[in-house]
């Protein structure tokens, strides 16, 4: 009887060092990273845990006093945690002065505590250093004179002050970067857009944010000159469609105007957001002089932001925006860079077939699309009137031409402004202090 006492006591024993050893600990990650918290920074965390988590807290600890902002408790299972599997846990929650009264700028460290859901229950502790910054930045505009075409750029000068990271040009639901004033890099620039789908009463605002949230703005003088846009009709052929779909979509599945609906509509928007994710591919430096030039003795087919509606045997079948200017000349002639850049992009793409773009710095950059040709590769620079290539027919073009745009920051403007160089000088290098005659 003693040696199966004996026995039952070493099996528990065994029974409970397996259990501990098999207790694990609990990763912590933040997603994304906190380095700065404010008024009540939101913070993500996900805990990962075979066996689950018993509970999980997290608190603010500054100057030697502690503030728990968040506690969670679940239910605990730790003798049945090896049928356990758990999939990672999310934990959201906000932390700052709302949830730690005390808190006050200047450093400070995010506690987060977790126990695993086990026979151990094993504790794992992460501390963070963070800023602490609950007073927002502030931004002054320059004085300038704005006037801005509907669809057209502008230049605005500004300064901030406090603690910021991201700072720049807010018109409705778009954002302009900012960079360094060359010449003066206490203040800061934005080339910005006054985009051609933003409503003609948007009141644009240069604005200073910090990693916390807290945000400053101001306004600047401006004035606005709405430009009503186009609208044409513009009849689809059968001709046209086969031409279109079997090169865009070849050995696609469905009918011809289904396939032609869905070219136009999810890879349109597909193409122009290819184009605007090229704006991260820009050099903080101007490379281009003078004014942009426009294809030689080329004529206008279609404008910017012309707005068409496509009719197919008598009916509306569809509705786009085309952003560029069409320009036709003869068949196959050479295409010119339209200033000084840098090749970012050189291949096909959808829509608007084999596609160049070229980038100018700060954001500006110039496309080239429906070639027939493409003579250079990203990487390579250029200068004013260089060949990038020949005029086509490819990708959705009826005939041949060039499909010509400029972008600011990712979003397509109308380019008539940059062909102006009274416009350049007044508008753009006037407020650029280094440009300045």
């Not at 506690?71 to 730690?100: C, I, M």
């Not at 009916?315 to 068949?331: A, I, R, Y």
Request: glycine share 8%; proline share 5%; with cysteine.
């Amino acid at each position: 009887m003693k040696k199966l006492l004996a026995g039952a006591a070493v099996l528990l024993l065994g029974a409970g060092v397996i259990l501990f050893l098999l207790s694990a600990g609990t990763a912590i990650e933040l997603e994304p990273a906190v380095k700065v918290v404010g008024v009540e920074t939101p913070v993500i965390v996900r805990l990962t845990n075979p066996h689950g988590v018993r509970r999980f807290s997290a608190s603010l600890e500054q100057d030697g006093a502690r503030q728990t902002v968040y506690v969670e408790e679940y239910p605990a299972t730790r003798f049945l945690f090896w049928r356990k599997n758990e999939a990672p846990r999310t934990v959201r929650f906000a932390a700052g002065k709302k949830q730690f009264a005390a808190l006050k700028d200047g450093k400070a460290r995010l506690i987060l505590e977790a126990q695993s859901n086990d026979f151990r229950g094993a504790a794992t502790r992460v501390a963070i250093d963070v800023e602490v910054v609950t007073r927002p930045p502030s931004v002054a505009a320059d004085g300038f004179q704005h006037y801005i075409t509907h669809g057209g750029s502008e230049l605005v000068v500004f300064t901030v002050s406090g603690y910021w990271t991201e700072a720049g040009v807010r018109v409705g639901k778009y954002t302009f970067r900012s960079f360094p004033l060359p010449g003066d890099p206490s203040k800061r620039f934005s080339l910005f857009a006054f985009p051609w789908d933003v409503p003609a009463d948007t009141v644009p605002l240069v604005y200073a944010r910090d990693p916390a949230g807290n945000e400053a703005s101001a306004r600047f003088w401006f004035k606005l000159f709405p430009k009503p846009f186009r609208k044409r009709d513009l009849h689809l052929s059968d001709a046209f469609l086969e031409k279109v779909v079997n090169e865009i979509d070849p050995g696609g599945s469905g009918g011809l105007l289904e396939r032609f609906l869905k070219i136009n509509g999810e890879m349109r928007r597909a193409n122009n957001q290819a184009l605007a994710d090229l704006r991260w591919k820009t050099e903080e430096r101007m490379l281009w002089s003078g004014p942009f030039l426009q294809l030689a003795n080329s004529k206008v087919e279609a404008l910017f932001a012309d707005t068409r509606n496509y009719i197919y045997q008598g009916k509306k079948v569809d509705e786009q925006t085309h952003l560029g200017f069409d320009l036709s000349v003869v068949k196959n002639v050479p295409v010119l860079a339209a200033n000084d850049g840098k090749v970012i992009f050189a291949e096909r793409l959808g829509i608007y077939g084999n596609c160049v773009v070229v980038d100018h710095g700060y954001a500006l950059q110039s496309i080239y699309a429906h070639l027939n040709e493409i003579g250079v590769k990203p990487g390579d620079q250029v200068k004013k009137n260089q060949p990038l290539g020949r005029s086509g027919a490819t990708g959705m073009a009826g005939g041949d031409h060039l499909h010509f745009s400029m972008q600011v920051d990712g979003v397509q403007v109308s380019p008539v402004e940059w062909w102006d160089g009274a416009w350049i000088r007044n508008r753009i290098l006037s407020k650029l202090p280094e440009s300045r005659p």
